[in-house]
């Protein structure tokens, strides 16, 4: 089944201040990667070059560490890890997860996973998740020197399309969207499945690619 979606004009009712500390807290831990990046530099061994994946990992674990810090004495907001997965819960409207974003597409980064596709399509059945939220993405993208945060934007997506997009201190966006029937939401589960389907091949493809049965 499928979650109802808040709009974006909803949304931003019912965000205020939170909004604010949201990019404060992206900012702050962008920051602290670029002074962890710094102070590797002083151990003796050289410049390391860290792969995107190493700093995209550490920003989202100070986000992470902060937005529990940030928010420990907030009724309205409850920072959770559900099956690995963080974000945080707020009023039990919406469910933001925190990821590095393209500024051209806004779609995020990641590869496809059955828990990942699941949360894009909006698929109500998320084991840990409540029914009702909507789940939406804050993120973030840098300048090309990757050590200054160039936007940040929440996103709310709906499988491959994009709801609508609020970026921080710029412009918003919105689809027009339409109300589904139970024949579009039977169309709308086929959809899910497809994706995960095709995930599925892609990753036994690829271990059947990497077992060549050699060592080299």
Known sequence: ??????????????????????????????????????????????????????????????ISHRIFNEFYENPDVKAVEINGVFGFLYKDIFFIRF?????RSFKISGADTFQ????????????????????????????????????????CWDGDRLMWIDEYGGDSMEQITFGFDEVDEKKKQQEIEQVIRRVTVKKNVKRKNTNTGTNN
């Open 1 to 62: 089944m499928k979650r109802n979606l808040l709009i974006l004009s909803d949304y931003k009712e019912s965000i205020g201040s939170v909004h604010d500390q949201i990019a404060s807290i992206i900012n702050l831990s962008v920051i602290d990667w670029n002074m962890i990046q710094d102070y590797s530099n002083t151990l003796g061994i050289g410049s390391v070059t860290y792969k995107p994946r190493t700093k995209a990992g550490m920003v989202h674990d100070h």
């Open 99 to 103: 990821k590095k974003m393209d500024p």
């Open 116 to 155: 990942s596709i699941k949360y894009r399509y909006q698929d109500s059945s998320i084991p840990g998740l409540p029914a009702r939220p909507t789940i939406l993405y804050a993120g973030y993208s840098l300048d090309k020197t990757g050590s200054q945060v160039q936007g940040i934007y929440t996103a």
